[in-house]
């Protein structure tokens, strides 16, 4: 499965990390496909004191963490990674046949652009993709409160099918921890794009 994953530059630059570690955990073969923007790396050096934010992806893909290791699940992932101005990247063309793209976080300027056809960027060319071949396309909005451009921006895109997915908690998982409640919004956004997981406790449970 051909996976794109877009970091723009909104704050929240860890839940984009948090996020490849459980799809590496989650013993799936992929083709991993990362879009860095400029905002995205320097909002990890602000948050994260994070000088290489290409080298800490690499890192977390290509070593395998403890769940796949004890359970036994040899994993794969196989990863490449883009500046935002490669615009010639072959994900940025529907014939490549990307299946699914997550933007994680998505800033409102992203967003915007995004909702509006832009596609003067790498990331925003490759999710105008998503969107004309019918293919699966969330965004993490990381905003709070919301305007209501951006309000508009996310109804425009939902009505386009792409679907919206704010980092929102749910409570009743019963989170205990910062690190429950992260894998609490990894398995929603898993859940979103059909990919099966058991990071949290489901209603009911």
């Known amino acids: 499965m ?12 860890s839940l984009a990390l948090g ?11 992929l083709e991993l496909f990362v879009v860095l923007s400029n905002g995205a790396k320097q909002c ?13 992806i690499l890192d977390i893909t290509t070593n395998a963490r403890s769940h796949s290791q004890s359970s036994g699940i040899q994993t794969q992932m196989q990863t490449q990674i883009y500046e935002d101005f490669e615009m010639d990247a072959p994900i940025a ?6 299946d699914m793209m997550a933007v994680i976080p998505t800033s409102m300027d992203c967003l915007a652009k995004i909702a509006c056809g832009i596609s003067d960027t790498l990331l925003t060319r490759t999710a105008q993709v998503m969107i004309k071949e019918g293919k699966k396309l969330l965004l993490a909005p990381r905003e709070m409160p919301l305007s209501a451009i951006a309000c508009n921006n996310m109804t425009t895109l939902a009505n386009l099918g792409v679907i919206i ?12 921890n910062l690190v429950e409640m992260e894998h609490f919004i990894f398995g929603k956004w898993l859940d979103s794009l059909g990919i099966s997981n058991s990071l949290y406790h489901r209603w009911g449970e």
């Open 44 to 56: 990890a050096k602000s948050e994260l004191n994070l000088e290489d934010l290409k080298h800490k």
């Open 165 to 176: 997915a704010p980092p929102i908690l749910g409570y009743y998982a019963k989170p205990s």
């Open 93 to 98: 063309s529907g014939s490549f046949g990307a």
């Open 19 to 29: 996020f490849l570690a459980v799809l590496k955990d989650l013993g799936q073969n």
């Open 2 to 13: 051909k996976f794109v994953l877009g970091i723009s530059g909104a704050s929240g630059i």
